[in-house]
């Protein structure tokens, strides 16, 4: 577990995790400026290579409308491998599912969305799909 870079947006941090995790970590509001900086980047990493993004949202409490049709017009979902929420409550998985449901209807969803409990149970899911990838391209 080798952390390449850390990120402090708001209240917010972030910090990828070699090979191919950036782990966000959200606390209280998520403001549009918020939103921007985490498009932002997410395009940065994307652009390298695409990634899991694991947020924690545990101690997330609301994210404002523009800040959530930011992040659905902004986001290339080619960017990511997998996306894992932990500690989503109900409303938050009704909003990540809503913005996954726009990118499948679209035509540009590519990746798996995930709700786990714990960091451990998000580490355990991304080690079944790498191996679920390496066996594919094998």
């Keep these: 577990m080798t952390i390449h870079r850390e990120w402090k ?3 917010h941090t972030a910090h990828f995790e070699q090979p191919d995790i950036l782990w966000v970590k959200i606390h209280g509001e998520t403001t549009l ?3 921007i900086s985490l498009s932002e980047l997410y395009a940065e990493q994307g652009s ?3 990634f899991f ?3 924690d ?4 409490t609301s994210v404002e409308t523009e800040a959530r049709e930011h992040v659905s017009k902004s986001i290339n979902p080619t960017w990511f491998m997998g996306s894992v929420y932990i500690g989503a409550g109900f409303v938050q998985k009704a909003v990540a599912k809503s913005l ?3 990118h499948a209807m679209t035509g540009k969803l590519t990746f798996d969305m995930h709700f786990v ?3 451990q149970e998000a580490r355990e899911l991304i080690a079944r799909e790498r ?3 390496s066996t594919r391209v094998a």
């Design 9 to 11: 947006f708001g209240t």
């Design 33 to 35: 400026q918020d939103a």
């Design 48 to 50: 390298k290579n695409p």
């Design 53 to 55: 993004v694991v947020t």
């Design 57 to 60: 949202l545990t101690d997330a």
């Design 100 to 102: 996954a449901f726009v």
């Design 117 to 119: 409990a714990t960091e």
């Design 131 to 133: 191996a679920q990838r």
